[in-house]
């Protein structure tokens, strides 16, 4: 936000005025209390043409870093604390962390195939690897747990919040989409049976198991070790092989192409997008009017003939072209 700087950059038309440079962009233009999409794109958000035109092939690494406001921060970074305590109890930071890492770039190759031209960030992939990982871990010791209904609630209740969320503007859901899947994959491949913990018998965890829950799992340990982790790694590397498309290096280079595929599902942008009278799903190139007149700045919409004035003209280019995206939607 202080890059945004709201209130130097729109003229003091912001939300939460109080915190100054911190402040954020008014809710119709952002309804997630975070910056504009121009700041977006000059931080590393994703963008078509930043990818197809110009390969600026490191916004694959920004844009999983970045937030759409602070409200989508508290929410995923809530979500991930809440999901990954309870993995990493189990099975340590470096199994859950490679798991994280590797969903996030996978959801980010993802998003990149059907982002549009307005910015895109896609933090959320590495979560619902996380939340992947978890759905594989309660199925293969569905038999152990003894909290199942508890851990299952806890899935759908994160992953249905930010969900919603992801149909709000600036935040992606195919990410989410991509990183769920290799979480589960890679859950299936990594996330073998976890190591028994003794724990106080008032205090009851989220994949806790009792005596009986124990001895099954030492019992399982011994038998699938050798057999079933091989089996899973192969099944891994058969769905990773199974298309060029699903390839990292066919993605990126599917991304760099200018591959859209958007073009060949016209439904899927409605995963990612909940029509709104702000907002639009349809991506389109807006042109606006720009006249200047008596210290006054008049943007007219050349789409629709919506126009606006605005009591100031000492603004930015990249500012008028967020002005004109809201003028148009």
């Known amino acids: 936000m202080f890059v945004n700087d709201c209130w130097t950059n729109s003229h003091q038309d912001c939300a939460l005025k109080v915190l100054g440079r911190l402040s954020f962009q008014p809710l119709s233009e952002n309804p997630l209390l975070g910056p504009s999409a121009s700041t977006l794109d000059e931080m590393g958000a994703l963008g078509r ?16 870093c970045l937030h759409a406001g602070a409200i989508h921060l508290v929410i995923n970074l809530s979500s991930v604390i809440l999901v990954g305590i309870h993995l990493e ?15 996030a770039c996978v959801g980010t190759l993802v998003a990149a195939l ?3 031209n307005n910015p895109a960030v896609s933090s959320s992939g590495a979560l619902y690897g996380l939340l992947g990982a978890m759905l594989s871990v309660l199925i293969r010791n569905w038999k152990i747990y003894s909290n199942k209904i508890a851990a299952l ?4 209740f994160v992953s249905a919040i930010n969900l919603v969320l992801g149909l709000l503007p600036y935040v992606d859901n195919f990410s989410s989409v991509g990183g769920f899947v290799s979480g589960s994959l890679l859950g299936f491949a990594m996330l073998f049976s976890p190591q028994p913990r003794k724990v106080a018998q008032n205090k009851v965890g989220l994949f806790e198991y009792g005596n009986k829950g124990s001895i099954q799992l030492k019992l399982k340990q011994s038998l699938d070790r050798p057999i079933l982790r091989t089996v899973s790694f192969l099944l891994f590397d058969l769905e990773k092989g199974a298309s060029s498309k699903c390839r990292l290096a066919g993605c990126l280079l599917a991304v760099l192409r200018g591959i859209n595929m958007n073009q060949y599902c016209k439904w899927c942008r409605y995963v990612d997008c909940f029509p709104f009278n702000r907002w639009s799903c349809k991506d389109r190139a807006t042109t606006c009017e720009t006249m200047v007149s008596d210290a006054q700045l008049t943007l007219t919409c050349l789409s629709n003939g919506n126009f606006r004035v605005f009591p100031f003209t000492n603004i930015s280019q990249e500012r008028i072209k967020d002005l004109c995206t809201l003028i148009c939607s």
Not at 89 to 103: A, H, K, M, N, W
Not at 153 to 156: D, E, G, I, M, V
């Open 49 to 64: 043409r930043f990818l197809t035109e110009y390969h600026q092939t490191w916004r694959l690494f920004t844009s999983p």
């Open 89 to 103: 109890q189990e099975f340590g930071p470096l199994r859950i962390g490679l798991v994280y890492i590797f969903s």
């Open 114 to 116: 059907f982002v549009q």
């Open 153 to 156: 609630a806890l899935l759908f």
